[in-house]
């Protein structure tokens, strides 16, 4: 998912509307890629607009970040929630 945030985020700029879904979900991505001290580079506020761009896009990419956000609260540890796709 994260090589789709990234584009979403270009194609999205800065105006798409920040869904609760999105800050959740992209919240607790944040604070896991901080504790694991993990080598990918996480920005959240990236990950939010990215995520809200492709939610918005009903046709193709909504049942995405569903899909992913359950993966994300399903995990216990954060090793696993980084794993999310």
Do not use: W, Y
């Not at 607790?28 to 901080?34: G, H, L, N, S």
């Not at 990419?61 to 216990?76: F, L």
């Amino acid at each position: 998912m994260r090589r789709v945030v990234v584009i979403a985020v270009i194609l999205a700029g800065c105006t798409q509307p920040r869904s609760e879904r999105c800050k959740s979900v992209c919240g607790r991505e944040a604070e896991c890629a901080d504790s694991t001290k993990t080598t990918i580079s996480f920005d959240e506020k990236e990950c939010i607009a990215a995520c809200a761009a492709l939610e918005n896009d009903a046709a193709n990419n909504a049942a995405r970040v569903v899909k992913h956000t359950d993966c994300v609260n399903r995990q216990q540890s954060c090793a696993a929630v980084l794993e999310c796709q």
